[in-house]
């Protein structure tokens, strides 16, 4: 049994290493060309995408779906499936994410919304805001970047998310500089935490001993939502309820 399970990991192994060498072929004809994101990621035009700490649900929902108002196409109907993975494997692995190929890492698509909903959903994405969008901390559906916690209670209003308390931000102190952070571990082996001083906030890995935390902070979430209006966050919030109920 044992030396079947070995053989299976081996496969799988080679599968994955087989994946991203193609993947990488496909990215260099179809991604790193004109005004697009240059080899290996590094950017000519496009955002670069090498080292940007994306996962690889996140980068699959970026392939297949694109993200509307910008220059980023859906490759879903370009590209046969096989293709697909192969490139989402291959920009994971420029993020440092070890590859899956199974059918278990792709993301499941998002249910069908309307109305207010369907608004609040191009509104959580936009990219027109720029980082002032809420996709650059959160994901939902695939779609977004993790850098918070997944959103466990949804606020009633707009009102009530500008007010939003959020006691996972700390304060931390590195070099005689103290600023807001979000803990992701904090061992012996050092601290790596975001630091929400600017939008997007930056990932960094701090030396054991080297950061002081405190769990007091005047960071507050209604800073970076500036961008939005209370009838456009209340129409997020409407996307977020019925992503909720869908089970997404």
């Known amino acids: 049994m044992k030396v079947l399970i070995l053989l299976y990991a081996i496969a799988l192994g080679c599968a994955a290493q087989d994946a991203v060498k193609r993947g ?6 179809t991604c790193a060309t004109g005004y697009c994101h240059g080899p290996r990621g590094t950017s000519s035009g496009a955002p670069r995408l090498a080292g940007r700490g994306f996962n690889q ?3 699959n929902g970026v392939v297949t779906r694109g993200i509307e108002g910008t220059g ?3 490759f879903a109907a370009t590209l046969s499936k096989a293709d697909l993975t192969a490139v989402v494997a291959y ?12 059918a278990s ?3 499941s698509s998002s249910p069908a919304l309307t109305g207010e909903a369907a608004q609040g959903q191009r509104l959580f994405f936009d990219a027109v805001r720029g980082f002032g969008r809420c996709s650059t901390c959160h994901q939902v559906a695939g779609f977004g970047i993790s850098v918070a916690t997944p959103i466990a209670q949804v606020p009633a209003s707009a ?3 500008r007010a939003l308390e959020t006691p996972a931000v700390k304060t931390g102190t590195m070099d005689g500089e103290s600023m807001p952070v979000l803990v992701l571990s904090d061992t012996k082996q050092g601290t790596l935490f975001y630091d929400l001083t600017s939008v997007p906030p930056v990932e960094r890995n701090a030396a054991p001993g080297s950061v002081r935390l405190s769990d007091a902070s005047a960071w507050r979430h209604s800073s ?3 961008a939005y209006n209370n009838a456009e966050l209340d129409a997020i919030l409407a996307y977020l309820r019925t992503v909720r109920s869908s089970g997404f």
């Open 24 to 29: 990488e072929q496909v990215f260099a004809n």
């Open 224 to 226: 970076v939502i500036g």
């Open 91 to 102: 920009v994971a692995t420029l993020n440092g994410v070890k590859v899956e190929t199974s």
């Open 72 to 74: 980023m196409p859906s």
């Open 57 to 59: 649900a996140y980068i």
């Open 105 to 107: 890492s792709t993301v």
């Open 159 to 161: 009102v009530e998310l």
